[in-house]
Structure formats: C-alpha cells, structure tokens
C-alpha cells in the first residue's frame, strides 16, 4: 500500500512530498513512485535485483540470497527507521531512489530506477481507488448517521416506559443530521494540514482503508471473472444439448430410411380414405409392388346433359 517516502535530499527544483508502494509476487517486485500528478515505476525480478545488489556493494557478500531481498524490500515498505533516502530526478522523466541503510553492521547501498508512466497509470494505480476510498467512507457516514437515529429511537421509548438517566451530564439531544452536516462543512484545515497534506493524509487508517479498497476490488472482479465463466460454460452445455439432439434426429432418419418400403409404410405412413361423391364412380389401383411408385387413380364420370332444340 502507498506509504509517504520520508526523502533527506531530492536534485529536485520544488520541494514536493512523494509516496511510494510496493506490489511483490513470486518471482517479481514492482515499485511505484508518485507525487499525486505523476507515477514512475520499475518492476524487479529477483536475478536482477540480487545482480544490482553485488554491483552496487561489491564487499557483500551474502550467504542466503532470500535475506538480502527480504533487506531491500525493508527498505521501501517502512519498517526501518535507519534509511537515509536520497530522490534524483532526470530531465528525461527518469527518476532514481538511493537508499542508505545498515546491514551486519556495514554500510548497505541500493538504488531503485523508476521510468515515468504515461497513459491511465496514475488514474489506475492512485486516483481510482481514492475515489472508490470517498464513495466507502460515504457509505460508512450513511451508516453511523442511521445508527444514531435508531439509538435515539431506542432511548425514546426506554424514557416513555418510565426509565431515567442517573447522570445528567452524559444526556444527549436528539440527532439532527441536517445540522451535523451543516456543521461539519463549517470546518477548516489546520495550517499543518495544508502546508504538507500529505503527511497527514497517508496515516495508518488511511492506507488500512486503501488496502481494505484494494481487496474489495479484487473480490468483484473475481466475482465477475467466474459470473462470466460459469454463463459460458452454461452456454457450452446448452450447445452440447442441441448438437446431441441434432445427431439423434439424424440417426432417427438413417434408420427409417434403412427399413423396407411395406415397414414404413406400415410404421409411418397414415391410412388413406377415399370417400366418393354422389353421383360420381371411384377406382383405386394401389401398386403394392413398390412405396414410391403407390399411385392413386381416380377416374370420374360425369352424367350426360341432355339439351332440347327448338325447331
């Protein structure tokens, strides 16, 4: 998480207040520099940072690489008080971090090169999750202001059943949060606050709520990611389902048109009825030799219209 990055020297023209953080994994350490309008970066693997160690202090020699590691990355997350830090920055957006530390008791030297990023990294990195950080500390506002009401509630009717404080000093109005929050917008700063904002606002609550924002990211997205796996699975099934039933249909036909005329004939063929009309004469001629060449004929005789001439 982002700690403030105590610096005894910076080549820098302003003198400006820096925060840092670091995001290691198995194999890798990423560092991130900023200060609020710009973020540089610089990610580690562990070869690379052991190789940096010996070129930069080649009278050390360390038995067990992990300790050497495990020291470096002390350096950057705060645990140590003893670091003297120096901050460099190039004219090619280059940054260097020097740090100065103890180790065995002998001088310890590292330094860190940070390229500057462009693009959506500082909004990523810094600037959407203190934005995620106000829309919680909102919600949790929400929350204590309907708690003091349902207190209030409470103490109300304990008071209409006849209940009484002992102690006049500890007794409370009843909460009014338009006038809580009208209050609370007549505030100001401190002069500490707005010289160096931020000190004071990276405090240890401040990063526990940042790391409590990071981890509330991750759930959802995971919650997501697996919300989409799981539908495109159901999708996959659902196609499996129609393929199957579309094999099965095909094999249905192959089968019938397998079998022998007089089978399906018999089988899926509809009787056929032949109902005659009145005064009209029906034959059937069924050709039983052969399904497909059953033909029917029908032959009709009309009767005779007799016509009267007149002479």
Same mark, same amino acid.
Request: glycine residues 2%; charged residues 30%; proline residues 3%.
């Given at each position: ?218 759930? *959802?997205? $995971? @919650? &997501? %990611?697996?919300? =989409?796996? !799981?539908?495109?699975? #159901? ?19 192959? *089968?019938? $048109? @397998? &079998? %022998?005329?007089? =089978?399906? !004939?018999?089988?899926? #063929? ?29 032959? !009709? ?11």
């Amino acid at each position: 998480m982002w700690r403030v990055l105590n610096v005894l020297e910076s080549t820098s023209n302003n003198r400006e207040n820096y925060i840092i953080k670091k995001i290691s994994s198995e194999t890798n350490h990423s560092i991130f520099l900023s200060n609020l309008s710009s973020i540089w970066h610089e990610n580690l693997t562990i070869e690379t940072l052991l190789e940096r160690c010996k070129e930069l202090n080649p009278c050390i020699d360390a038995n067990t690489p992990e300790k050497l590691v495990l020291h470096v990355l002390s350096l950057v997350d705060g645990s140590r008080k003893d670091v003297e830090t120096i901050l460099t920055v190039l004219r090619d957006n280059m940054c260097i971090i020097k740090l100065n530390s103890k180790l065995a008791g002998v001088l310890f030297t590292y330094e860190f090169y940070l390229e500057i990023l462009k693009g959506d990294m500082l909004y990523k990195e810094l600037m959407s999750p203190v934005y995620m950080m106000l829309l919680e500390l909102q919600s949790r506002q929400q929350l204590l202001i309907n708690l003091l009401k349902k207190k209030d509630t409470e103490i109300t009717e304990y008071k209409m059943n006849g209940a009484q404080l002992s102690r006049k000093n500890i007794e409370t109005q009843l909460f009014n949060e338009q006038e809580f929050l009208a209050k609370c917008s007549e505030t100001t700063f401190s002069p500490e606050i707005m010289l160096d904002p931020i000190q004071h606002v990276f405090t240890q609550e401040t990063r526990n709520l940042y790391s409590d924002i990071i981890n509330k990211l991750d759930r *959802t997205k $995971n @919650k &997501q %990611s697996s919300g =989409k796996v !799981k539908a495109t699975d #159901e999708n996959m099934e659902k196609n499996d389902v129609i393929e199957a039933n579309c094999v099965t249909e095909e094999e249905t036909l192959l *089968t019938i $048109n @397998k &079998q %022998s005329p007089e =089978k399906r !004939k018999v089988n899926n #063929e509809p009787q056929l009825e032949i109902k005659a009309e009145p005064n009209e004469e029906t034959s059937i001629k069924p050709n039983v030799s052969s399904f497909r060449e059953e033909t029917l004929q029908i032959k !009709k005789r009309k009767p005779i219209q007799r016509v009267k001439l007149l002479l």
